[in-house]
């Protein structure tokens, strides 16, 4: 076994991401830290995000804190500021997205349960405080991660990984994965 580098990491990426179509995009309501949304930023980025809404006091993600957590991936992503959270959702839902919440709410449902495809915006609220109100009134759903240890919540980067994976997945679940050496894919059983 050997790490992959250069052609053959292109092509394993290029493999699932030509596997899985659904969109993905996150709002993001009155984050505080900028080092937050530079690591949300760099996520997203991965995940194949299309699109950050920033609403409210969310940090830029040109900020140098978010600079410094998203090492220039923000270049993949569109990124639109709204004053408020309801423009930022009424835009979600013009550009064709379901809009999700991620919070520890009372008719929140488990993450894995709900439908996140194919077209899913991830709303995310600020540290200590979640998600508004406000914001919540809007969702279509809203969704947390069930967890198991002392801890009663992630840190909103990491929830955010979460949902990015779990919509992922349930990508895939519908699609299929790719098999070894399609569409370009290395062959990880070394049969190239």
């Known amino acids: 076994m050997k790490q992959l580098r250069g052609t053959d990491l292109k092509r394993l990426h290029r493999s699932w991401r ?34 950050l809404y920033l609403t409210g006091d969310t940090p830029s993600v040109r900020s140098s804190g978010a600079q410094k957590a998203a090492m220039g991936t923000d270049k993949y992503l569109k990124t639109q500021h709204f004053a408020t959270v309801a423009e930022a959702v009424a835009q979600a839902r013009a550009d064709g997205f379901k809009v999700v919440g991620l919070e520890l709410a009372d008719e929140a449902v488990p993450m894995f349960s709900a439908e996140l495809t194919p077209a899913v915006a991830f709303v995310l609220g600020h540290e200590d405080r979640g998600i508004t109100p406000d914001a919540l009134a809007l969702c279509d759903s809203v969704v947390f991660v069930p967890q198991l240890g002392r801890v009663g919540s992630l840190n909103v980067s990491a929830a955010a990984t979460v949902a990015c994976y779990e919509a992922r997945r349930q990508g895939y679940a519908i699609t299929g994965s790719p098999e070894p050496g399609d569409n370009g894919g290395p062959d990880l059983d070394g049969d190239e």
């Open 18 to 51: 030509r596997s899985n179509t659904f969109r993905l995009a996150m709002i993001l309501e009155n984050l505080q830290s900028p080092f937050n949304v530079g690591s949300i930023v760099r996520t997203a980025a991965a995940m194949g995000a299309e699109k």
